[in-house]
């Protein structure tokens, strides 16, 4: 157990959907940026300044994948792999910035509400839809087992959303003429945004603060640990992923007195680490009596 270790992502998954997703929005991007423009809505634009984030992240997203697959190396001994956290906190703030410029702007269209064709921006709207709805379909799979893949999908989903606040405002601006119906869009897809940006914002910042994993409790697997009657203490226990996956522990394991098989204690402990919580990469120091006296690091 202590040798073969990789601490790689090995099979990268979902990367075709990513793939498809990203020609897809970067294909209609600069019909949506050419539309907003010629039909003067804000709203419109709103939603192809969310497109092009979903563009932005979906690159992250590739490339964040292909450098993951790099093996670990002298100056990485990890490998890559956070680079995963790295690229969602790097969408999550590119999302941040978008919403604040879009409730800034909007600002001033309330005052000043502008003329907006409504028949172009439905049209638009309804086409960046369709392209968000199979986004979403391509990058479901994958959101619930890479962080990655899920700060991509939230960018598509928002997007989602603002196509169909884009197609509500052209629909009452065609029917009412209330033109203000534009920037209140706009309003509302940012403050949705916005409170689940800042969720995508403090998972990747968990996991590049080496904090404790998703679904796991310290306590419970110190508790578990101690419970094996070769065990007398725990201590400098840490449990951290490298991603969204993958966890990763530490700690040290001071043996009972009179306990001499620490082969067989590692193993039961590794092999009970990974049946209950899934950890497959455990390194454990094994000690008699205090870490200051002589100890054996074992690695499993």
């Known amino acids: 157990m202590g040798a073969g270790h990789d601490h790689g992502t090995g099979k990268i998954e979902h990367e075709t959907p990513l793939w498809w997703a990203f020609g897809l929005t970067a294909a209609f991007l600069v019909a949506e940026v050419v539309g907003g423009l010629m039909t003067n809505s804000l ?28 093996p670990a190396d002298a100056k990485r001994t990890y490998g890559y792999a956070r680079l995963e956290a790295i690229g969602a906190m790097v969408n999550g703030g590119l999302l941040f910035l978008v919403a604040a410029y879009i409730l800034w702007e909007a600002t001033g269209r309330f005052r000043q509400p502008p003329e907006v064709a409504s028949s172009g921006m439905l049209v638009i709207a309804i086409i960046g839809l369709c392209i968000n709805l199979i986004s979403m379909r391509l990058l479901k799979a994958g959101s619930g087992s890479s962080l990655n893949v899920k700060g991509a999908y939230l960018e598509v989903w928002s997007d989602m959303l603002g196509s169909i606040g884009v197609i509500a405002g052209a629909i009452i601006i065609k029917f009412t003429g209330w033109t203000v119906a534009d920037p209140i869009i706009a309003v509302l897809i940012g403050l949705w945004v916005l409170p689940r940006t800042w969720t995508l914002l403090k998972e990747s910042g968990h996991v590049l603060m080496q904090g404790v994993p ?14 094996h009657p070769g065990v007398a203490e725990v201590h400098d226990l840490h449990v951290w992923a490298l991603g969204s996956k993958e966890p990763i522990l530490t700690a040290h394991v001071v043996l009972s007195d009179g306990q001499g098989d620490i082969d067989g204690i590692r193993n039961a402990l590794t092999d009970m680490l990974d049946e209950r919580f899934e950890i497959e990469h455990a390194t454990l120091q094994i000690e008699h009596g205090s870490c200051k006296e002589d100890a054996t690091q074992l690695h499993a």
């Open 214 to 227: 998703d679904g796991l409790d310290l306590d419970t697997i110190r508790t578990a640990i101690a419970s």
């Open 43 to 70: 709203a419109l634009l709103s939603d192809a300044a969310h497109m092009m984030t979903d563009v932005i992240a979906l690159m992250i997203s590739l490339v964040a994948v292909r450098l993951s697959r790099k």
